[in-house]
């Protein structure tokens, strides 16, 4: 079990499912991207996770943009077309949509460190729930818009209906704004929903009749590939894996590090020390881990990794990495490439 709080982190894929939509309404999405405080190489990188905060900014900067309806509405496409095919396919041949739920909460910890999604009953009534902790800014409020819909939709294709929920429960203030997205594509013959904000969870309405149809496996998604566990992280992998996207180049400051993960330098600073490190040693690690991946590929030569790692001159690249490894690069990279591949 983690021993601590976890920076929370999403897969990269979701973001640059975003990025692929904001493409739809903007022409250069790149001072977006830097607003929001995405890396720049976002779209070229081979990083699995980023921190969460950046990507809900990036959400509430899309928003402002777009008309909220319509913003809604690709939202809804998006979860139909690109979030959940991917995620259904993890599903191990659930017999009933009940059976399904229970499967999608461990689904979705394979894609984010910190979601909890599970089924919860209040007055007997069964609801499909999220729940998370943070500040309810616009990066916060367009996130559970976002999740909400992403429940409303994996419910309606795997009951295979235009379903909507009879009852809605949100944890911000934005009944309002779902309200009007939720409306642009109520069918006729279904009643508008109740929205209850301000809750302790966000969460939608269902019924034991629905719980129990069957499962619903769109044809397009029938090739599966069910998941195990999630593996735990420690606290202090999840700063590794939330900072190495921004870390390959070592200017990255603590202040930086900090409002990235949505904290203050101090309670950074504290955490790693109680975890037995300091932002120094992990950005000195990631560097390093960084420098001899692109050394061990022959394409790179040792003055554009100096540059790539934002070193002035491949001479300061050599002391820092000679220093931390004990000999200098040229001679790891000769080791290396002169190694035996196995067959």
């Not at 295979?160 to 911000?172: D, L, V």
């Not at 590090?257 to 904290?263: E, P, R």
């Not at 992990?282 to 100096?306: G, H, K, Q, W």
Request: proline residues 7%; contains cysteine; hydrophobic residues 40%.
């Amino acid at each position: 079990m983690p021993s601590g709080p976890l920076v929370p982190l999403i897969k990269t894929a979701h973001a640059e499912t975003l990025v692929g939509l904001l493409k739809q309404f903007e022409t250069d999405i790149y001072p977006l991207l830097r607003a929001a405080g995405l890396p720049e190489d976002l779209l070229n990188a081979s990083h699995e996770y980023l921190p969460e905060t950046p990507v809900k900014h990036l959400l509430a900067l899309m928003a402002e943009r777009a008309e909220p309806r319509y913003f809604g509405e690709l939202l809804r496409t998006t979860l139909r077309e690109r979030v959940l095919p991917p995620l259904m396919r993890q599903l191990d041949n659930p017999v009933t949509l009940g059976g399904a739920i229970i499967q999608l909460s461990t689904a979705l910890r394979h894609e984010s460190s910190t979601v909890q999604v599970d089924l919860q009953y209040f007055n007997r009534v069964p609801w499909l729930c999220r729940y998370k902790a943070g500040e309810h800014n616009e990066g916060y409020r367009w996130a559970e818009i976002f999740s909400v819909l992403f429940l409303i939709e994996f419910v309606g294709l795997a009951s295979k209906s235009e379903w909507q929920p009879s009852g809605i429960a949100i944890q911000s203030d934005s009944g309002d704004v779902l309200a009007a997205i939720l409306e642009a594509q109520r069918p006729a013959n279904v009643a508008q929903a109740r929205i209850f904000a301000n809750r302790r969870v966000a969460a939608v309405e269902l019924s034991e009749a629905l719980l129990s149809q069957p499962f619903h496996l769109p044809a397009r998604f029938s090739d599966t590939n069910p998941l195990g566990e999630p593996v735990e992280h420690q606290y202090l992998e999840t700063v590794y894996l939330a900072l190495t996207p921004y870390l390959s180049r070592q200017a990255l400051s603590l202040s930086e590090a900090a409002t990235i993960l949505d904290t203050s330098p101090r309670t950074l600073q504290r955490k790693l020390a109680e975890a037995g490190s300091s932002f120094n040693q992990v950005r000195e690690n990631i560097v390093l881990a960084t420098a001899c991946r692109l050394m061990e590929d022959p394409r790179y030569s040792l003055t554009d990794i100096a540059s790539t790692l934002g070193y002035a001159n491949i001479a300061h690249f050599s002391r820092a990495f000679k220093r931390l490894t004990g000999f200098p690069p040229r001679e790891y990279r000769k080791r290396y490439l002169s190694a035996p591949v196995p067959e």
